[in-house]
């Protein structure tokens, strides 16, 4: 597989610090999807392995030029289709060394899940462009100032439990950027290619981003 120029992805989710990530059984337009989140304001979609047919849905959106990339990503062979669907970048859900070397082989930034500190040690070691925090709200968002601690610097996404009421503290403690799940993309609402109501989804949790949150201090 030819190597692409790699995305300098800490740098690009600092400017645009949302990844919208899709769960649904079914995606009529994954094109329309994304241009229905970018009107609302996130231009990240993460479509996920546990959606059928994933890589259709990745490759008709990568065609028209949106920012698209896959998680759930486990495998090497999964990590592979994706790749050659066009993904933007690959998120995993823990430490997946195949999917990192076949993420670095391509060029492509690989987002690997971490919880613990020796976890996102090997991430690290392992190449991630960014670090994942699954399941964030657990630990809540002080635990992102925590994990800064030993690893300044270091590019920290907060998935899981992330939500318009929530998704600022996170930030505001030390997260590069957050995932926005169901809160934006109800699996429902992708079914029906309800395009306005996710614009309006999207378009509430970003302006949450510019209200000072008091939770998780």
């Not at 120029?5 to 994954?30: G, K, N």
């Not at 231009?43 to 028209?64: C, D, I, Q, Y």
């Not at 020796?118 to 809540?140: C, N, R, S, Y």
């Amino acid at each position: 597989m030819t190597a692409r120029p790699l995305l300098d992805l800490p740098a690009a989710l600092a400017a645009d610090p949302v990844i919208a990530v899709v769960r649904a059984p079914a995606i009529p337009d994954a094109a329309a999807l994304c241009e229905a989140l970018a009107a609302g304001g996130i231009g990240w979609t993460e479509l996920t392995f546990t959606t059928p047919e994933v890589t259709r849905h990745l490759a008709r959106a990568a065609r028209a030029g949106h920012r698209v990339g896959v998680g759930t990503v486990l495998t090497g062979d999964q990590a592979d289709r994706a790749l050659a669907a066009g993904a933007s970048f690959l998120v995993t859900p823990g430490l997946r060394p195949a999917v990192a070397e076949a993420a670095a082989e391509a060029g492509v930034p690989a987002v690997l899940g971490a919880l613990t500190p020796t976890e996102v040690a090997d991430a690290l070691d392992l190449g991630a462009a960014a670090v994942k925090i699954f399941p964030a709200k657990a630990f809540g968002p002080g635990y992102f100032k925590d994990l800064h601690g030993p690893y300044p610097g270091v590019p920290l996404v907060a998935s899981g439990g992330v939500n318009a009421g929530n998704a600022a503290a996170f930030l505001a403690h030390g997260a590069l950027a957050v995932c926005a799940g169901t809160d934006v993309v109800p699996p429902a609402a992708v079914a029906a290619g309800d395009w306005p109501e996710i614009t309006r989804r999207a378009a509430a949790f970003t302006a949450a981003l510019r209200i000072p949150s008091q939770q998780g201090s």
